[in-house]
């Protein structure tokens, strides 16, 4: 008998717990991906929190490609990329949501006397065949060049709209963001790449082609460094509840003040 009574504890404890692992599971938001989303990300995951009690809201900063590869193999709701997906990546399944636009800042350094390079000169710069800033209209100083690690969705569209890929002579390549902008603030002779989305006043911004990057330049296109925030979710495969809910917020007419103050400019097609 005391088998049996213990037998029937055991099932209602695990009936509990599976019951509870499913309301926790239809109550969360599970993102994963480009580290250059995280403002916009961020914002809004922080709002539809506040909107829905109970919701667990998470991101977890791992880069464009790994992003991608999380929501494919079932390890998140929605991927987060700053790059749109390749043919081969749709045929697997994927389906990708432009959230929003940015643009890629080219910085340097706030020493730094340069404030204009055409995107020739930056490609050059890239390349390895400008080496020294004298050779920009800068002081003398040895070009110290800093991009973003293979996978990278901002270095992916950096080296395409620049038409130098395979090509960039890297000194440091970096794993996120943050720590390019760090980088490039703590050496008076480095450029780098990073989300305008991102970027603050410890570095400076140049102009590309006497364009400077900012809202208006991105939607007209005059600004040629941009790329999109994309949400990546399977085609075959419904999201749960409150991930469709989050979705639909985010990608509506009420989350475009959100992504704007965030630094992005947002899809309104």
Known sequence: MKKIVSLLVLTL?????????????????STNG????????????????ADNEGVQFTYDPTGSGTGITAVSEGRCDIGLSSRALTDEEKSSGLKETILALDGIAVIVNNENTVSNLSMDQIASIYKGEITNWSE???ADGEIVVIGREAGSGTRDGFESVTETEESCKYNQELTSTGDVIATVSQNP???GYASAASVEDTVKAVT????????????????????PFVLVTKEDTELSETAQKFFDFATSADAYDIISEAGAVPNRA
């Open 34 to 49: 480009s580290t250059s989303m995280e403002e916009v990300i961020g914002a809004l995951g922080e709002q539809f929190q």
């Open 189 to 191: 002779n480095a450029i």
């Open 13 to 29: 404890i695990l009936a509990i717990a599976m019951c509870s692992c499913g309301q926790a599971d239809t109550q969360s938001v």
């Open 136 to 138: 920009v209209g800068g």
């Open 208 to 227: 590309v082609d006497n364009v400077e990057v900012n809202d208006d330049t991105i939607l007209d296109g005059s600004y040629k460094l941009q790329r």
